[in-house]
């Protein structure tokens, strides 16, 4: 009974061990990569959301950018800041983009229709 106990104790401390090590590669393996700069357009069409998105994730810091003269380019390499993924931006655009289609079809049946209805 305490052998298995010791077992499970080093099974686990191993385990453990083991995640760290994996982790520390996994970031040296992220630092050793080049960065991956974008333009605002860009980094937005590869996020799935607008550019104003993209300017305000770099004005709050939660997506990484260097500032080269006057442009500002997104590091698609850096992970996002804060927690925020690239996939949780990009599906926070999906429902903004839903909403903005519905909104859209709505304006375009009426110029469909010939114009303002009373």
Same mark, same amino acid.
């Given at each position: 009974?305490?052998?298995?106990?010791? @077992?499970? #104790? /080093?099974?686990?401390?191993?385990? #453990? =061990?083991?995640?760290?090590?994996?982790?520390?590669?996994?970031?040296?393996?992220?630092?050793?990569?080049?960065?991956?700069? *974008? +333009?605002?357009?860009?980094? #937005? /069409?590869? *996020?799935?959301?607008?550019?104003? +998105? /993209? @300017?305000?994730?770099?004005?709050?810091?939660?997506?990484?950018?260097?500032?080269?003269?006057? @442009?500002?380019? /997104?590091? *698609?390499?850096?992970?996002?800041?804060?927690?925020? =993924?690239?996939?949780?931006?990009? =599906?926070?655009?999906?429902?903004?983009? @839903?909403? *903005?289609?519905?909104?859209? #079809?709505?304006?375009?049946?009426?110029?469909?229709?010939?114009?303002?209805?009373?």
């Amino acid at each position: 009974m305490i052998d298995e106990a010791i @077992r499970a #104790a /080093v099974t686990e401390a191993i385990a #453990a =061990s083991e995640a760290r090590i994996i982790a520390a590669m996994r970031e040296a393996i992220r630092q050793a990569q080049p960065a991956r700069l *974008l +333009s605002v357009a860009d980094a #937005a /069409v590869e *996020l799935g959301i607008s550019q104003c +998105s /993209v @300017r305000r994730h770099v004005a709050d810091c939660t997506l990484p950018s260097r500032r080269v003269g006057a @442009r500002v380019l /997104v590091d *698609l390499s850096q992970p996002a800041s804060d927690g925020v =993924s690239t996939m949780q931006l990009g =599906s926070l655009s999906d429902a903004a983009r @839903r909403g *903005l289609d519905a909104n859209t #079809a709505g304006v375009t049946q009426q110029g469909r229709r010939g114009g303002r209805q009373s």
